[in-house]
């Protein structure tokens, strides 16, 4: 479980197999990508910015291994609601990022922009 400083020192000497954590402890500043490839989630929040930065932690560059990342749910509990609406917040964000990428090529055809 990552805890502390020694928990991520354990972790990036492969001392450890597997991590599990909390999003929202693991969102930021943390470089976890030299250590394992293996992280739990458990005790999902709404925030669909912390489950992909804490994911971005292990899954960035410097990383050798494939990553897998594992959601802790209990079948038919909140965390299966949670992860849904994480899931379709995501569809949502690709979408508007896909509009304001054709939005942007549009203005620059117009106005000739290199």
Known sequence: ML??????????????????????????????QDGGSH???????????????ANARLYRQGQKNTV?????????????????MLEDKNTSQEALLESLKARIKQIKEEYKCV
């Open 3 to 32: 805890k502390n400083s020694e928990d991520i020192s354990k972790w990036n000497n492969h001392e450890l197999d597997i991590l599990l954590a909390h999003p929202a402890s693991a969102a930021y500043g943390l470089n976890l």
């Open 39 to 53: 992280i739990v989630w458990f005790g999902l929040n709404y925030s669909l910015e912390l489950y992909q930065q």
């Open 68 to 84: 897998f990342i594992h959601n802790l749910a209990i079948d038919g509990g909140r965390d299966i609601d949670v992860l849904q």
